[in-house]
């Protein structure tokens, strides 16, 4: 295996999660859905906010990855629901959903022998797609552990774990 094969391989993995933090299927498992829009002390956004915020970013990350026309969103409205948003079960499920498949198109494009990783993107600034995927990595995992602590604080967890 070359040292590329390698470098996505580990790629891959940190994208997955799991090594050095739990991964987002663990973080929501069992998540009680009368509990998806209750705003835990000291924190101005619900459990829901903050996946969906994870799932816009990862998602704003990807377009800019691959979209020549990419448009960047306002800061920060862009990248949060609205405070005062709900979301229902179905809702919830959907942000999860569209979360993992964003995450599985990120993975294709790791995955692809063919995919310079290292080179400038054409329309990114001079950012390359090695620095995009490293930067999903890194606010995912960022934001799956502080999802797990809210959990804690909620005490949302289910017994003994």
């Known amino acids: 295996m070359g040292a590329e094969d390698v470098m996505r391989t580990q790629l891959l993995a940190l994208l997955d999660g799991g090594n050095a933090h739990m991964t987002l299927d663990e973080a929501v498992a069992d998540f009680p859905m009368d509990r998806i829009n ?33 448009t960047e969103m306002p800061w920060p409205e862009g990248y949060w629901p609205a405070r005062d948003a709900q979301a229902d079960p179905a809702a919830w499920q959907r942000t999860i959903e569209q979360f993992r498949e964003d995450l599985a198109d990120i993975r294709a494009i790791v995955a692809d022998p063919q995919t310079d990783l290292e080179a400038p993107l054409p329309f990114g600034r001079g950012h390359s797609l090695l620095r995009e995927i490293l930067l999903v990595a890194d606010h995912n995992g960022y934001h799956i552990g502080e999802f797990a602590i809210l959990r804690q604080v909620m005490e949302t967890w289910p017994t003994g774990q």
Request: cysteine-free.
């Open 38 to 70: 209750t705003t835990p002390p000291n924190v101005p956004y619900t459990p829901w906010h903050l996946l969906e915020h994870l799932r816009l970013t990862q998602r704003d990350i990807l377009d800019f990855a691959r979209e020549s026309s990419y």
